[in-house]
C-alpha cells in the first residue's frame, strides 16, 4: 500500500479548484479504491484554516473544515520526535515551520509528499515528492 502526505498547498488547490486539483484527485482515488492512505499534519490542517479563516471569515473556514473531515484522510497529531524532524528540516532548508511538518510526517510515514509548493525542491534527497504542479 501506497502512502502520501497532503501539504497545505495540496489541499487548498484541491479545496478551491485551483491546478493541481486532478492529482489530488488521483491520489485521494487510491484511498478509495484501497490502494493507498493519506495522512495530513494537524499543523498542516492549522495552516488550511487560518488561511481560510483570513482570506474568507469563519464561516469559510468552517465549511472547508468540513468538506475535509468527510474525507479518508488520517489527521496525525504531532509528538516530540516529529517535531524535533521538523525543526531539523526547518533548520537546514529555507521553508516555513508548517512545510518542515509535512515534510518531517512524509519521512515518518515512509510516504510521497503531495504539493506543488516550490520551497521542497531541495528536500527531494531526503524525502519522495509527488508534484501536482
Known sequence: MKNY?????????????????????SVLDEVVDGHAKVFFCIVNWGEVWYTVFREGGEVRAQQ??????????????????????????????????????????????NAH??????????LQKEIKIKWIR
Open 113 to 122: 509528499l503531495v504539493t506543488g509548493d516550490p520551497e521542497f525542491k531541495d
Open 5 to 25: 502526505v497532503l501539504d497545505a498547498h495540496a489541499v487548498m488547490a484541491y479545496l478551491e479548484g485551483e491546478e493541481g486539483k486532478d492529482k489530488v484527485i
Open 64 to 109: 472547508y473544515q468540513n468538506a475535509l473531515s468527510e474525507l479518508d484522510i488520517v489527521l496525525l497529531d504531532v509528538d516530540k520526535k516529529l517535531t524535533l524532524t521538523a525543526a531539523r528540516f526547518k533548520g537546514t532548508y529555507k521553508m516555513s515551520y508548517a512545510d518542515a511538518f509535512a515534510a518531517a510526517t512524509a519521512k515518518f510515514k
